[in-house]
């Protein structure tokens, strides 16, 4: 199995090259609080990224799963362990 993490993966169309999908995920107020931990992060860089990205319900509709990482990241981790084992693959 090859595990490739990337950001704008449906937005791109990499999503064709893949079996199988995973789309992450959190809160807008969480995930604009993630992004301003970043060196030089601004309110107009924050909007022109989001500017970029599918909203979660088009993520949802493409991926064949979705992961709230609204949870710590431990939490994360475990639960797409869980997930890769079901696919057979870790």
Not at 11 to 28: A, H, I, K, P
Not at 56 to 76: G, L, P
């Amino acid at each position: 199995a090859v595990v490739c993490e990337v950001p704008l993966l449906f937005e791109r169309g990499f999503d064709q090259l893949c079996d199988v999908t995973f789309c992450v995920f959190c809160s807008r107020a969480e995930q604009k609080k993630r992004v301003f931990q970043r060196k030089g992060m601004t309110e107009e860089k924050f909007k022109e990224l989001r500017r970029h990205q599918f909203s979660v319900d088009q993520k949802r509709k493409r991926a064949d799963f979705m992961v709230s990482t609204q949870i710590t990241q431990s939490e994360t981790e475990q639960r797409i362990k869980r997930l890769l084992k079901k696919l057979g693959v870790a």
